[in-house]
T-cell receptor, first 112, second 112 residues
Framework: SQKIEQNSEALNIQEGKTATLTCNYT??????LQWYRQDPGRGPVFLLL?????KEKRKERLKVTFDTTLKQSLFHITASQPADSATYLC???????????FGSGTRLLVRP | SQTIHQWPATLVQPVGSPLSLECTVE??????LYWYRQAAGRGLQLLFY??????ISSEVPQNLSASRPQDRQFILSSKKLLLSDSGFYLC???????????FGSGTQLSVL
């Protein structure tokens, strides 16, 4: 079955630097991949979706890449701010359905 | 605009007691509805998925059940809670043709 792997160690960076988070999957390449942000005690919030035929997607300071050969997506936050501190989750559809499975997330800490 | 309501926010229940968590969505019709559970420091585990009234897909065999008595109402239940049922329960919805999930605020369940 499909598995999603995200770095379980927290990423600690200085304000103003670019944060890069990794999401790897193990089996079939999904039709799309999503990234969510989750703050403590809250539900995840959708950030970006990238399709299998797209190599890169941008939204303001966010950028997502999707490499189906490497079975990997990278999530970048440029000019990071302390307010960007949160856990970031990668998600993709299970099989060809609308069931989404999630990675365990990577916690990002941006120091002022 | 669409909104999702989930309650209660926190719940402390003794082992062996019943459970009923309710989720309702407003501003949309025939949404796909989901229940996820998140253990402390872990990713989201998909529990149940529904594409319509009375149509429930169970993803993980467990002590829980779900029902969808109305189009925009999704209920998570248990007859007898176990310690292992503790966690953060999240309800989510997706437009039938859409791909991104919108989450509720979650219920923190502690079984003692």
């Amino acid at each position: 079955s499909q598995k999603i792997e995200q770095n379980s160690e927290a990423l600690n960076i200085q304000e103003g630097k670019t944060a890069t988070l990794t999401c790897n999957y193990t089996n079939y390449s999904p039709a799309y991949l999503q990234w969510y942000r989750q703050d403590p005690g809250r539900g995840p919030v959708f950030l970006l979706l990238i399709r299998e035929n797209e190599k890169e997607k941008r939204k303001e300071r966010l950028k997502v890449t999707f490499d189906t050969t490497l079975k990997q997506s990278l999530f970048h936050i440029t000019a990071s701010q302390p307010a960007d501190s949160a856990t970031y989750l990668c998600a993709l559809p299970m099989d060809s359905s609308y069931k989404l499975i999630f990675g365990s997330g990577t916690r990002l800490l941006v120091r002022p | 605009s669409q909104t999702i309501h989930q309650w209660p926010a926190t719940l402390v229940q003794p082992v062996g007691s019943p459970l009923s968590l309710e989720c309702t969505v407003e501003g949309t019709s025939n949404p796909n509805l989901y229940w996820y559970r998140q253990a402390a420091g872990r990713g989201l585990q998909l529990l149940f998925y529904s594409v319509g009234i009375g149509q429930i897909s169970s993803e993980v065999p467990q002590n829980l059940s779900a029902s969808r008595p109305q189009d925009r109402q999704f209920i998570l239940s248990s007859k007898k809670l176990l310690l292992s049922d503790s966690g953060f329960y999240l309800c989510a919805w997706m437009e039938g043709y859409g791909e991104k999930l919108f989450f509720g605020s979650g219920t923190q369940l502690s079984v003692l």
